[in-house]
């Protein structure tokens, strides 16, 4: 009688833990080949608009006015596609493309960075973003992190946050039917092997739990954002005439801390912090 309580407790568990870690995935669209090099002169498509509740149309009407260079229409139909509600790695990076193709590298790193937030492992974004950011005016030199961490990321960035929430609800239930085999069993070869089984799924569902977590927390703290405006004073504190430390140009990737009224204080890579207008960032 103990032991089908502590099965039914598991079994309980098991279902609440499910139900806390499952989210909505992001919806997805047909990715766009990069394009990389200097902006093209770009032809006006003059082509009847999609309704603003069709994404696939939109989408479609997209894809041929980037192929067609017509890279404003296409930032005017994937924004369209935006403003729906229809959110996915492959529209930011593809807007991002467009905007790149315009020169407007703030809004191109803008949207990298967001196309990567919600797919960290996709090598085309990283590939692109990282081209991107050579257009940039600011060589920051970043401070070292300490190994482990940057370890600890790179094996985070494998994998989205819902494919390690999903990878973690495994692993609970390999641990939970490795405890029932430890219970249930009666040879002690069978037990012994329920035993450290479930030790083992334990420790990997709390490492993957961990990176979910982690990813989650990433995607949604909006911590990072990018200089929208070609040159933007960094100042000592809040105040339009305090004393101005640094400038920052368009594109610069910058840490967002304390708010204060129309200000925000940032950090750069190299570990500098100041006072910036908020209207001059915008969040990832």
Do not use: C
């Amino acid at each position: 009688m103990r032991r089908f309580f502590i099965i039914i407790a598991l079994l309980a568990l098991s279902a609440t833990f499910v139900q806390a870690q499952t989210e909505q995935p992001m919806p997805t669209e047909a990715q766009e080949q990069p394009q990389q090099g200097q902006p093209q002169e770009q032809q006006p498509l003059f082509t009847m608009k999609p309704s603003p509740n069709n994404p696939e149309a939109l989408w479609d009407a997209a894809a041929a006015a980037y192929n067609a260079a017509d890279y404003l229409t296409a930032i005017e139909y994937y924004t369209t596609i935006l403003d729906g509600g229809h959110h996915s790695a492959e529209l930011y990076y593809n807007l991002a493309n467009a905007y790149f193709k315009r020169e407007q590298v703030g809004e191109a790193l803008l949207n990298y960075n967001r196309a990567l937030r919600l797919s960290p492992a996709d090598e085309d974004i990283r590939h692109n973003l990282a081209f991107a950011e050579q257009s940039t005016k600011d060589s920051i030199e970043q401070i070292p992190e300490f190994f482990l961490s940057t370890w600890m990321r790179s094996v985070r960035n494998l994998m989205g946050g819902n494919t390690w929430t999903i990878l973690s609800i495994v692993m609970l239930a390999l641990a939970l039917a490795m405890a029932l085999l430890y219970l249930l069993a009666q040879p002690l070869t069978m037990r012994k092997t329920g035993f450290y089984s479930m030790a083992l799924f334990g420790l990997l569902f709390i490492i993957t739990t961990s990176f979910a977590w982690s990813a989650r927390t990433e995607a949604t703290a909006q911590r990072d954002a990018i200089i929208m405006s070609s040159a933007a004073s960094i100042k000592s504190s809040p105040d339009g005439n305090s004393t101005e430390l640094f400038v920052l140009h368009e594109g610069t990737k910058v840490r967002v801390g304390e708010v204060m009224d129309k200000w925000a204080e940032v950090r750069i890579a190299d570990g500098r912090k100041g006072w910036i207008e908020i209207d001059r960032i915008e969040r990832i």
